[in-house]
């Protein structure tokens, strides 16, 4: 698992993202804007809607899935559809700037990104990752602090294939990314902790 190093000279970051971290923000990212313009765009991008057809169309079946996308919660004014829209935006962004900077700054065959733009990168990966992952753990507790309010009618095999399963990879992946990018951030303080005492 590629990690960030010191170099021997100095205080050097050097930052290498994993494949799997880029193979999932590859796949992930068009999916999250897709979803994100889906719930900014409401009620326009929803059922009915002039934007509807034809790329939110599969709405029209998750709405029914899971009711935090579709009339129920639209209707009732909740702001948690948006919010968490919102953050999408915000979080999403993080995710280009620091592939922006993997793949504008990174070394050509190892994607390594030095110094002080290593660091930054790092840190801006893992702040987007913690967002993930809270925000992904917030959606599961506010349906189970909830009684299940926006998923609850569905059958067992509905519920497991239809909103488990395309939701548990952005648990799994943001915990793994920050699990990763966490170890390098605290790895290179150590380092620079052990250099500081040498000196």
């Known amino acids: 698992m590629p990690a ?16 799997l971290t880029l193979s999932w923000l590859a796949l992930s990212l068009p999916l999250v804007v897709w979803d994100t313009v889906y719930v900014l765009g ?10 509807h057809w034809p790329l939110w169309v599969p709405y029209k079946l998750y709405g029914t899935i899971d009711h935090v996308y579709g009339w129920k919660a639209f209707n009732a004014n909740s702001g948690f559809t948006s919010a968490q ?7 999403t962004s993080m995710y280009l700037v620091y592939l922006w900077n993997v793949l504008a700054r990174g070394e050509a065959g190892t994607r390594a990104v ?11 990966g893992f702040s987007a990752a913690v967002m993930t992952l809270s925000k992904s753990v917030l959606y ?18 509905d519920l497991i294939t239809l909103w488990v399963m395309p ?7 943001s915990a793994y990314m920050t ?21």
């Open 114 to 124: 030095r110094g002080r733009h290593g660091a930054l990168t790092l840190v801006t």
């Open 4 to 19: 960030q190093t010191r170099s021997s000279q100095g205080r050097a970051w050097s930052h290498t993202p994993t494949t």
């Open 140 to 157: 599961w507790a506010n349906e189970y602090y909830s009684g299940f309010d926006n998923i609850g009618h569905n059958s067992t095999r």
């Open 167 to 173: 939701n548990v990879p952005w648990i799994i992946l």
């Open 179 to 199: 699990y990763v990018m966490g170890s390098d951030i605290v790895d290179g303080l150590a380092g620079t902790a052990e250099h500081d005492k040498d000196d």
């Open 85 to 91: 829209g919102f953050l999408n935006a915000v979080e």
């Open 42 to 51: 409401r009620p326009h991008t929803m059922e009915g809607g002039w934007l």
